[in-house]
């Protein structure tokens, strides 16, 4: 009945024991302001509910493109960027090889495993999370993978890959669709935007999820050159974004300053909270673009629980290179104090 090697997958989990203070999925702590909703609701309500959006919600594509300064022929739109993952794999990689860095955003591999493809995993320094550039694109050169993903910021660890490395990778196999996750860019800043007209192979992947506070809407975009995303559209389902993500996705947009204020507040608490991080005895924490940080306790599961029993959620962290790590999301100003007194409870 099944794909013998759907058998052997694991189904993506998330642990949600009960909790006060959720700081566990790099959410935005901040819901949107009622008079955002109400804009949103506003726009459905006159919306023709009995009929079927456009296949590829191209007035929200046409303001995404309008945004980036791009063609809108080059952005495509999902339920999340983790379906623009799937379906990059889906267009790329089928009993083939996918590659991508270790640690890093988990649904790389997973994505990669369900349609049988290799994954070679390269591990970032130890020290400092930093790519190893040299044998990255060695490695590159010899296993020929049909598609790289790389998160800028990486996640979990939150270090940015410098624009120079990324671009080499680009560079180095024009046969090699490059995946640069900016599912962070907000909060960091740096973006391989600029690279998109000299790379048919480059693909930015962007989302609602994170900085624009809409993680339960799911939307996510893809930005590439317009030959590529028509390549890459023959393998989407039409009708995946219904009226009302559309709705909130142009309402975002054309609200960047309450956006820009939300990344403003969070990465002013991350640096707080990543120099009070640092002053708590046996906890090294990593230096973090993104709105989380990574950071190592001397026993993780004990100090998961300790805060769990105090009403704090965090993030296990489980794989090679983040043994006994934790990860926090940056919270309100008040989530992050409490969170730093459990945590500071011997
Ligand atoms: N990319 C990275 C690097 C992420 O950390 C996440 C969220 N966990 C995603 C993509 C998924 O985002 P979305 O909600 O758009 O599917």
């Not at 649904?107 to 130890?126: Q, T």
């Not at 506070?213 to 890459?232: F, K, N, V």
Request: net charge positive; hydrophobic share 40%.
């Amino acid at each position: 009945m099944l794909r013998e090697h759907v058998k052997k997958l694991k189904a993506y989990s998330v642990e949600q024991p009960a909790h006060r203070i959720k700081l566990n999925q790099n959410e935005s702590p901040y819901d949107l302001p009622a008079e955002l909703k109400n804009k949103v609701i506003e726009k459905i309500r006159d919306l023709n509910w009995n009929r079927y959006a456009s296949p590829f919600a191209d007035s929200l594509r046409r303001a995404i493109a309008k945004k980036e300064d791009w063609d809108p022929e080059g952005v495509l739109l999902q339920n999340g960027s983790n379906s623009l993952i799937n379906i990059i794999v889906t267009a790329t990689a089928i009993r083939g090889k996918l590659m991508t860095v270790a640690p890093s955003f988990s649904l790389y591999a997973m994505e990669g495993k369900i349609f049988e493809n290799r994954v070679i995993e390269i591990p970032l320094d130890p020290e400092d999370f930093s790519l190893p550039l040299k044998s990255f694109l060695q490695k590159l050169k010899k296993e020929k993978p049909s598609v790289v993903f790389l998160a800028n910021p990486n996640a979990p660890t939150g270090n940015l890959f410098p624009e120079e490395e990324l671009l080499q990778i680009v560079k180095a196999r024009k046969e090699t669709i490059v995946v640069v996750d900016e599912a962070y860019y907000p909060f960091s800043k740096k973006t391989m935007r600029p690279h998109l007209k000299d790379y048919e192979n480059l693909v930015i992947l962007r989302t609602f999820s994170k900085a624009f506070s809409a993680a339960g809407i799911r939307l996510g975009y893809l930005l590439a050159a317009p030959s590529l995303a028509r390549e890459l559209r023959k393998v989407m389902r039409p009708f995946c974004i219904n009226l009302f993500q559309e709705a909130v996705g142009q309402v975002m947009l054309d609200h960047p300053g309450y956006v820009s204020d939300v990344v403003n507040q969070i990465v002013r608490e991350r640096e707080m909270l990543f120099n009070e991080l640092k002053k708590i005895p046996g906890t090294i924490s990593y230096p973090s673009q993104a709105n989380y940080i990574l950071f190592r306790v001397a026993n993780a599961s004990k100090t998961y629980t300790s805060l769990l029993d105090q009403g704090v959620l965090v993030r296990p962290m489980h794989g090679k290179g983040i043994e006994n790590c934790l990860r926090v999301t940056i919270g309100t100003p008040e989530e992050n104090r409490l969170f730093l007194q459990a945590l500071s409870k011997p």
